[in-house]
Antibody, heavy 120, light 111 residues
Framework: QITLKESGPTLVKPTQTLTLTCSFSGFSLSTTGVGVGWIRQPPGKALEWLALIYWDDDKRYNPSLKSRLTITKDTSKKQVVLTMTNMDPVDTATYYC????????????WGQGTLVTVSS | QSALTQPASVSGSPGQSITISCTGTNSDVGSYDLVSWYQQHPGKAPKLIIFEGTKRPSGVSYRFSGSKSGNTASLTISGLQAEDEADYYCCSYAGISTPYVFGTGTKVTVL
């Protein structure tokens, strides 16, 4: 059974760096073809894909946010970490991590999401 | 990378069929048969209901079906039920460099 859970601060100040952790079970990030992605959703707005890390440590980022994002994995700890620098109130959103098993299958399992508010 | 375009809202009566469109470009929807659809109920995480354009994951109702023509993908919900009232998002693969783009989302209301 695949499960994912996001954790991190619920409140960050403008200009600070956000660090979110996705802890997962039921799969290995060393299995060929497997990845973990991050997607966010501002309150009342649409989903936005942020980043994706693959089993082979290949990384992909949303070009509009690429300069601010870093995604890393710790295969043994079964965790994926997303950092986003220079946070702004417009970054207030629910951040989700999701299991990815290739372009054919999309994001087939999602975490419950974590709401991050950016405010001074 | 611009968001895929979906209608803001679609409504229908119980038992009816509705279709949600998802319009992209030659760089995403038009180039790959790799559109996925997600259902999201209020306060919940999105749930995958269609992958690879037309396929349903195990456990997803047959009432959900996907299709594509040119740069536009579509999700059809047949035999509309009250439980189908939710937000729906499309997502397309867009190539190896920037793999994914989501749609603007559609709110489905069951009258």
């Amino acid at each position: 059974q695949i499960t994912l859970k996001e954790s991190g601060p619920t409140l960050v100040k403008p200009t600070q760096t956000l660090t979110l952790t996705c802890s997962f079970s039921g799969f290995s990030l060393s299995t060929t073809g497997v990845g973990v992605g991050w997607i966010r959703q501002p309150p009342g707005k649409a989903l936005e894909w942020l980043a994706l890390i693959y089993w082979d440590d290949d990384k992909r980022y949303n070009p509009s946010l690429k300069s601010r994002l870093t995604i890393t994995k710790d295969t043994s700890k079964k965790q994926v970490v997303l950092t986003m620098t220079n946070m702004d109130p417009v970054d207030t959103a629910t951040y989700y991590c999701a299991h990815h098993r290739g372009a054919r299958l999309g994001f087939d399992f999602w975490g419950q999401g974590t709401l991050v508010t950016v405010s001074s | 990378q611009s968001a895929l375009t979906q209608p803001a809202s679609v409504s229908g009566s119980p038992g009816q069929s509705i279709t949600i469109s998802c319009t992209g470009t030659n760089s995403d929807v038009g180039s790959y048969d790799l559109v996925s659809w997600y259902q999201q109920h209020p306060g919940k995480a999105p749930k995958l209901i269609i992958f690879e354009g037309t396929k349903r994951p195990s456990g997803v109702s047959y009432r959900f079906s996907g299709s594509k023509s040119g740069n536009t993908a579509s999700l059809t919900i047949s035999g509309l039920q009250a439980e189908d009232e939710a937000d729906y998002y499309c997502c397309s693969y867009a190539g190896i460099s920037t793999p994914y783009v989501f749609g603007t989302g559609t709110k489905v209301t069951v009258l």
